[in-house]
């Protein structure tokens, strides 16, 4: 089975234009057999213009990212509702907290250090 990305397509609004979450299902039907389209959620206060949120299953980051491009061109296209409207940025968001965990001086990516020797009980919060 193949895992599950999200992959965020910013999009230029034309003038006076908001993206609400009403529009979804212009999106959610532009997904073809073999992308891996799953589910479609759209921000439209994003800082920088409005955000489509897309969740597709893929083999791989660079196969969501392209069906997800794919499926908004299509989108923006296809419905008059959504004209005007052009993707500025498609691509997966990185999470940083997950970068800096990998960054920590031992690199296991650990904040609480392993015990030595491992023992049974739980260890305690404070």
Request: aromatic residues 6%; negative net charge; proline residues 11%.
């Amino acid at each position: 089975m193949d895992p599950m990305y999200l992959v965020h397509a910013r999009l230029r609004a034309p003038d006076g234009a908001e993206l609400s979450a009403e529009r979804v299902p212009l999106f959610m039907c532009c997904g073809r057999d073999g992308e891996g389209l799953e589910h479609v959620s759209v921000h439209s206060d994003a800082v920088g213009g409005p955000v489509v949120g897309l969740y597709l299953t893929a083999p791989s980051l660079a196969v969501a990212e392209h069906s997800a491009l794919a499926v908004c061109r299509r989108a923006l296209s296809a419905h008059t509702e959504l004209a005007g409207f052009a993707v500025v940025a498609c691509g997966a968001v990185l999470v940083p907290q997950y970068w800096d965990r990998l960054a920590l001086p031992d690199g296991s990516g650990r904040i609480t250090p392993l015990r030595d020797p491992p023992r049974p009980d739980p260890p305690h919060p404070f």
